[in-house]
């Protein structure tokens, strides 16, 4: 239970959130469930379940389904066995009303992402036609960067997070079924929001970087839910507080600060801030607030100050730690095109190739001439006799195309922004970043920029191939402090490592002195920072991932050598880093990185 | 449960969309949109843009507001009973002397999913005929199906490389020739291209940038008021659709029956000697590449002259469409900082006094 003047814990918004999905499960579209395989997450699912009305189907999305499961096409393998045509249904066939799970949702291709995204559109506008249901997508990310592509994540309403310090004793409670009942019978009474609410929230988003006007509808769609769940029929400030929390705190990419601070990252708020009290409430306990079911409504700075104030008990944690990140505010579209690199093997996208035999499961195409080429031979072997001239295909004949596509580079600049020199060096990788991305153009190369100072390491530009993004993410850039090589390391590994995920392939360039003095804790120290640094090393080295260490200090030392040869990599001495040489360097060793 | 349809409703599967007239703001997106419905040979529409700014809606809106076609029942292309058989397919009956049923059918606007295959895009042979009864047949792809209507693709600049260049290919001749899996066809496939996507996630090909007629910016809205209004628009439409379309019925037949009266005008409009000159200087002075900038220039002025109900062009109607018309066509510079937008603006600026 909450104490007076806090936000609700997480656990019971986890399960607030849980109890307004169920209400709505259409209308607001989905959630996102921001957590590892675990308990927590079961009871999160088993909680929506025992919520939703009897009977009402959750379907688990098989990962990386095909076009045909998604909308129904003809089962080749039943068509091929019984002689006739089997027709596959879709998987959402009879889902109406129900609920889809969607596994490993931030791994999810783009391309898919935008198709899932265009059902749950008709799903909304053709009510007629297409079955309307709820989308859980299970993100499992860890990294920020490791989210579920925005196509999707903007089309769900909310998003629970349930990674992070939680009880053991914390547990993810339903509400009875028949109040979820009850108040998805009430739903349509509750009155639509007057015109000072909707300012109001408009208001509020805008100040808060919510862009998306999506968002704001669904605050809208939350805040009706909550006020069903409750059995009011008016919007109050409790149903207020409750989606801001659950629909605008996690798109916050800013703290409403004075503009001239515009480019900074969110300030903490001030820890000495008021009491939110209108936050104060949550749905389990809607009789300890004043009588909202009174007529009087909400004027419209009542309003925004209800969300201001919800959004900002919430803040600190939306804050990102040292050094600095900007929100993962768009994700890279992954492109299914090719790229300048060596071609890697796809069973589905591509050019394609000789076929080749195997089983016809998901994401296999036919190639249905190479099959009947491979039946021809057997035809008269497996005639049976005296029946009617059919053609007999067994499992043995069907060949699979297979397609060949482009290796796609990615190359992360991990740069030393420590000391007295990390302007000019992050300004010369900053050239040498546009240089790249100016040339890739064609080749389609992405480009990441992490940097490094003080006591962390941190994504300043997650990996794009667009110039244009590459300019804005990197217009400012922060610089000072220690050299926590060893952070460094394990944070440009972390990326090379989901970069890999994603079928391409990584290469970290270094540009450093190599002068270690902040350890693995962030404790400053150049002995431990040392040592701490050589296994983040080795751990970069045995993952396999290519690496240039560019040593940057006026006099080639040990050091850096020793650091390079732990990654496995190449080393080159730079000491007047200039981002002309610095590309030609990269573009040498990706053409290796994709050769190799 | 007995539903009843009334007729209208039932004819017209699309009144569910939200409607073109009702869309806030965005006047470029719309002006774009209507002008490549007057004039379908202007090359398409390129959408630049972050998600969740309506672009998505605005076109498929778009669908809802084009007048229909008269096409040849069954015909998978929707040839033109106006024009000789063009397409191997059905239409082919006509030269038998079989008189086909003539039909009026919504202009299509197709749809197409990023993640598409070839197979779906180019169509491929009819996997069902094939194997049961042991008949080669083509199963058409979204390129028949978007003949002589719109074809949509979100996010293009993510496509896969070799449906780009395919699609260059046939929005270059018009045709889908088909060479596969046994089969060996063409037919017509005459569309107007929508592509949209978010520059800051992949850039587009220059030489299908170049394709496009138009490029336009979209934004979401930053001004309370408008966003205030998007929000309430779409609140009142998904409350009650039926009553929403009510309410914008006038609206959305008074742009239809401009795009119509502007097309059936385009002919007719006369572009003054001064104009093409002016239209030649512009495109010297921003350096556009070639002489596509200048002939869509002037095939864009034309256009919005005729939706404003004028019969000749005017410098006003140049300069108005100029940076949506060449915007796209400029060299890249990768260390200018403005947008190409801005030195059109400049250009005329300096020609055309201010």
């Known amino acids: 239970m909450t104490t007076e003047g806090e936000a609700p814990s997480r656990i019971a918004d986890a399960s607030l959130a849980a109890a307004l999905f169920s209400v709505d499960p259409s209308g607001l579209g989905g959630v996102t469930l921001r957590a590892g395989h675990g308990p927590l997450r079961d009871q999160w699912i088993a909680a929506v379940k025992a919520m939703l009305p009897e009977g009402a189907p959750v379907v688990r999305l098989p990962f990386n389904i095909s076009d045909d499961r998604l909308e129904g096409g003809v089962d080749l393998a039943a068509s091929l066995a019984s002689g006739r045509l089997c027709k596959q249904a879709s998987v959402l066939e009879g889902i109406d009303g129900g609920v889809a799970l969607l596994p490993m949702a931030e791994r999810l291709e783009t391309g898919l992402a935008a198709r899932l995204a265009a059902v749950m559109d008709h799903a909304a506008s053709r009510a007629d036609a297409r079955p309307a249901f709820g989308l859980i997508a299970l993100d499992e990310g860890l990294a920020p960067e490791e989210q579920p592509p925005t196509t999707l994540l903007d089309r769900l309403a909310l998003r629970v997070d349930l990674h992070g310090d939680f009880d053991r004793t914390d547990k993810i409670t339903p509400l009875p079924r028949a109040d979820i009942a009850a108040a998805r019978d009430r739903l349509a009474h509750v009155a639509e929001p007057e015109d000072a609410l909707v300012t109001a929230v408009c208001e509020v988003a805008l100040a808060f970087g919510v862009s998306s006007l999506r968002s704001v509808i669904f605050t809208l769609k939350v805040?009706?839910?909550?006020?069903?769940?409750?059995?009011?029929?008016?919007?109050g400030q409790a149903d207020l507080a409750a989606a801001a929390r659950l629909v605008l705190a996690p798109r916050a990419t800013q703290a409403p600060v004075a503009p001239e601070a515009e480019q900074a990252p969110p300030d903490p708020p001030p820890p000495d801030s008021p009491p939110p009290d209108a936050s104060a409430d949550d749905s389990a306990s809607p009789e300890d607030q004043p009588p909202l079911d009174d007529p009087e409504t909400l004027s419209q700075e009542e309003a925004a100050e209800i969300l201001v104030a919800a959004l900002r008990a919430l803040l600190p944690e939306l804050d990102a730690p040292a050094p600095r990140r900007r929100p993962a505010r768009m994700r890279q579209g992954e492109a299914g095109g090719s790229g300048g690199g060596a071609p890697t093997l796809s069973m589905r996208r591509g050019r394609p190739i000789a076929a080749r035999a195997g089983p016809l499961n998901s994401g296999a195409r036919l190639d249905l001439v190479a099959t009947?080429?491979?039946?021809?031979?057997?035809?008269?072997?497996?005639a049976a006799p005296g029946g009617e001239a059919r053609l007999a295909i067994r499992k043995d004949d069907i060949r699979l195309r297979r397609f060949v596509r482009r290796a796609e580079l990615t190359t992360v600049f991990v740069v030393d922004a420590s000391g007295s020199t990390a302007f000019q060096r992050l300004a010369e990788a900053k050239g040498a970043v546009e240089q790249l991305l100016a040339r890739a153009y064609v080749s389609r190369a992405r480009v990441a920029l992490i940097a490094f100072?003080?006591?962390?390491?941190?994504?300043?530009?997650?990996?794009?191939?667009?110039?244009?993004?590459?300019?804005?993410?990197?217009?400012?850039?922060p610089g000072g402090g220690g050299t926590p090589l060893s952070l460094a390391m394990d944070a440009s590994l972390s990326l090379a490592l989901s970069e890999r995920a994603k079928q391409r392939t990584p290469m970290l360039v270094f540009l450093t002195d190599g002068r270690a003095n902040i350890d693995g804790r962030g404790e400053a120290g150049r002995g431990q920072a040392e040592a701490d640094a050589l296994t983040a090393a080795r751990k970069v080295g045995a993952a396999g991932v290519r690496t240039l260490f560019i040593d940057t200090s006026l006099r080639a030392r040990p050091d850096a050598d020793r650091f390079a040869r732990a990654m496995g990599g190449a080393y080159a001495f730079l000491p007047l880093v200039e981002s002309r040489a610095v590309a030609e360097l990269v573009t040498r060793e990706g053409g290796r990185a994709l050769g190799g | 449960m007995v539903t009843f349809h009334s007729k209208g409703r039932f004819f017209s599967p699309m009144s569910k969309v939200y409607p073109f007239s009702a869309i806030v703001g965005q006047e470029q997106l719309r002006r774009a949109l209507m002008i490549a419905a007057v004039d379908p040979a202007i090359g398409g529409v390129m959408v630049f843009g972050d998600r969740g700014t309506g672009k998505s809606t605005a076109v498929r809106a778009l669908a809802d507001l084009l007048p229909p076609i008269q096409t040849i029942r069954g015909c998978a292309f929707h040839c033109d009973p106006k024009r000789p058989p063009t397409c191997t397919a059905d239409c082919?009956?006509?030269?038998?002397?079989?008189?086909?049923?003539?039909?009026?059918?919504?202009?299509?606007?197709?749809?197409?999913?990023?993640?598409?295959?070839?197979?779906?895009?180019?169509?491929?042979?009819?996997?069902?005929?094939?194997?049961?009864?042991?008949?080669k047949r083509f199963e058409p792809g979204l390129l028949a199906r978007a003949n002589r209507g719109f074809l949509y693709i979100d996010e293009i600049n993510l496509l896969d490389d070799n449906l780009v260049d395919l699609l260059l290919d046939v929005a270059a001749s018009g045709e889908n020739v088909v060479e596969r899996e046994g089969l060996s066809l063409r037919h017509p496939a005459r569309f107007v291209l929508i592509g949209s996507g978010n520059p800051e996630e992949g850039e587009l090909r220059p030489q299908l940038l170049d394709r496009f007629g138009l490029s336009v910016d979209v934004r979401t809205p930053t001004d309370l008021g408008d966003r205030v209004e998007v929000v309430k628009r779409r609140i009142a439409f998904d409350q009650d659709p039926a009553k929403f379309l009510g309410l914008w019925a006038k609206e959305q037949a008074r742009l239809r029956r401009q795009i119509v009266s502007a097309a059936k005008r385009l002919t007719k409009v006369a572009t003054p000697d001064a104009i093409l000159e002016a239209a030649a200087r512009l495109c010297i002075?921003?350096?556009?590449?070639?002489?596509?900038?200048?002939?869509?220039?002037?095939?864009?002025?034309?256009?919005?002259?005729?939706?404003?109900?004028?019969?000749?062009?005017?410098?006003?109607?140049?300069?108005?469409?100029?940076?949506?018309?060449?915007?796209?066509?400029?060299?890249?510079?990768?260390?200018?900082?403005g947008g190409s937008a801005v030195r059109i603006e400049r250009a005329m600026a300096e020609l055309f006094g201010p």
Not at chain 1, 372 to 382: E, M, N, T
Not at chain 2, 110 to 126: N, S
């Open chain 1, 223 to 235: 805040a009706r839910a909550h006020a069903a769940l409750a059995g009011r029929s008016l919007l």
């Open chain 1, 372 to 382: 009947l080429r491979a039946a021809a031979p057997w035809q008269k072997l497996r």
């Open chain 1, 453 to 477: 100072h003080h006591k962390g390491a941190g994504v300043l530009l997650p990996p794009t191939r667009s110039l244009t993004r590459a300019k804005r993410f990197l217009a400012d850039l």
């Open chain 2, 92 to 135: 082919a009956r006509r030269a038998d002397g079989i008189s086909p049923v003539i039909e009026t059918a919504p202009m299509p606007v197709v749809d197409m999913p990023l993640g598409a295959t070839e197979d779906r895009v180019v169509g491929a042979l009819d996997i069902e005929h094939a194997l049961i009864r042991g008949e």
């Open chain 2, 285 to 337: 002075a921003v350096g556009s590449d070639g002489l596509r900038g200048e002939l869509t220039l002037m095939r864009v002025a034309r256009a919005t002259a005729a939706i404003e109900g004028v019969d000749a062009v005017s410098l006003t109607h140049l300069r108005s469409i100029a940076p949506m018309a060449l915007g796209h066509r400029l060299r890249r510079d990768p260390l200018d900082e």
